[in-house]
Structure formats: structure tokens, C-alpha cells
């Protein structure tokens, strides 16, 4: 079967793509499925949540709008809780991990791209509950003018026991496309 992922973008922004839009995870709008009124989450709550998305997760993951391809994605909780660890591809070649932690009253995460940069992200307070959001923050062997990298992330960890995402790809220094992901708890 042939990945979008691979069709028509170099393998390194391709991977990319799909890391990050399963990262970071990272970084995600959450819509509750109940009509209630809750307020946003701040980083500490967003963190639990995250913490709530351990174990094995399957459903599909590709450009926005378009089908998307098969993807698993799991989470680990690690370090004595101080950690939730993503992993897109896990055991495959280009397999990502993005780790997110609390830095004092912030929530960061770092995303290891099998493209061989390290994007960094920061919580940004989202305006819906349970709005999952982190923007891009830095990164390290990365050169912004040339890398392909997901610049940000939105995870909706809705109460349907469904996570979707939507991630910013970059590419030669400006907006290049969005991925979407769909997961469902295995």
C-alpha cells in the first residue's frame, strides 16, 4: 500500500510531516463532546491529559483533506511521571518520538525527527476545553531556511475516546501544508 506520506515529498519532509502531526503530538485541539462549558486547559491539566493518552493507539494520518494512511502511534508515561513519550512509526526506520515535560509552569516538548532535527514547542493556552496546543519554540539541528519540520500542533482529546490533530508543516522557511491525524485507543 502506498503511503501518502512518501508519494510526492522527499522522505525527510514526508516523515516530518507525519511525526510531528502525530507528536507532538504535540500539541493538539481537544473539543469535548459534551455541551458544557469548561474552561481552557492551562499546562499542568494539559499534562495530565497527556499522561491520560497512555498506551496504543490506531487510525489514519495524512495531508489534510485528503484520506489518510494507516498510523499507530503510541504514548508512554516515563521518569517517574515527569515524562509522556510519543512514538510515531514505532520500529520502523523512520520512527519519531516526541517527549513533553513540565518546565516549572510550562509545558514543552521536544520532537526527535528521523529527519535528524530536534523541533522544539511550547504550550499556548487554546480557547476551547481541552485544547491541546503547542507552537513551535526553537529547535536544534535545524535550519529553518531548508528544513521541512512541523512548526505547530493542535490535539483535540476529545471525551469520545478519540484524539485528532492537525499539524503546520514548514518548508524553506514558510507555511507548506497541514497534516491530520485520527487515533482511536487500541
Known sequence: MKSTFRSHRSPRSRLLAVASAAVAGGLVLLTGATGARAEALDAAKAFERLKGLQGRWEGTGGEAGKPGDPLVVEYAVTAGGHAV???VFAGQPHEMVTVFTLDGDDLIATHYCSGGNQPHYKFKPGTKPNEVAMDFDGG???DLSK???IH???YDLGTDGKVRAELTN???GKAAGKVEFQLERK
Open 152 to 154: 505547530d500542533v493542535r
Open 147 to 149: 528544513d521541512a519540520f
Open 140 to 142: 536544534t539541528s535545524l
Open 170 to 172: 514548514y518548508a524553506m
Open 85 to 87: 513519550m510519543e512514538k
